[in-house]
């Protein structure tokens, strides 16, 4: 398995789009168009690639100069509790601090606060709905998890 960050133009970025449908807007009942947002190209793609499919993803869009948001995570089914999204997570971590990010912000669905949680995000605001399902607004500083080392906490 290989992590690799692409952009929109990178072959890869049709299948990352096609994931992400599948796995968040599809159960949803959305169409296809949905899932592209308007900041896709100014925003980091990290892929997961396994047998020259990608498997996984996790964008970041920045939002300022030293924090932005994590969007759009998803990861194959079949995949999923097997510690892909923790490495995807981590591995986009690393490079967002070598960026000189501090902060990283999401909206995460409810019932997947937990994750983030193990992760070090932390649940700040009220809750929300976003895509039709409620949400949490959640963020973890970058600067924190350097001094806690590679785990993050």
């Not at 993803?57 to 920045?62: A, I, N, Y």
């Not at 194959?76 to 490079?95: D, F, S």
């Not at 963020?139 to 785990?151: F, H, I, K, T």
Request: charge should be negative; include cysteine; glycine fraction near 10%.
């Amino acid at each position: 398995m290989q992590l690799t960050f692409i952009d929109t133009e990178h072959p890869l970025y049709p299948e990352e789009l096609e994931l992400r449908y599948q796995v968040l807007r599809a159960p949803l009942g959305f169409d296809r168009s949905s899932v592209k947002f308007p900041f896709d190209a100014q925003s980091l793609h990290l892929v997961a690639v396994d047998a020259g499919r990608v498997v996984g993803c996790v964008l970041f869009h920045p939002e300022s100069e030293h924090s932005g948001r994590l969007f759009q995570m998803a990861i194959e089914p079949a995949r999923q509790r097997t510690g892909l999204g923790a490495r995807l997570v981590r591995a986009l971590e690393e490079e967002l601090g070598a960026r000189g990010f501090r902060e990283v912000t999401l909206h995460a669905r409810a019932h997947v606060a937990g994750f983030y949680e193990t992760l070090g995000y932390e649940v700040y605001g009220e809750p929300f709905v976003e895509v039709n399902i409620p949400h949490v607004h959640m963020r973890r500083s970058l600067n924190e998890a350097r001094r806690s080392g590679p785990g993050g906490r």
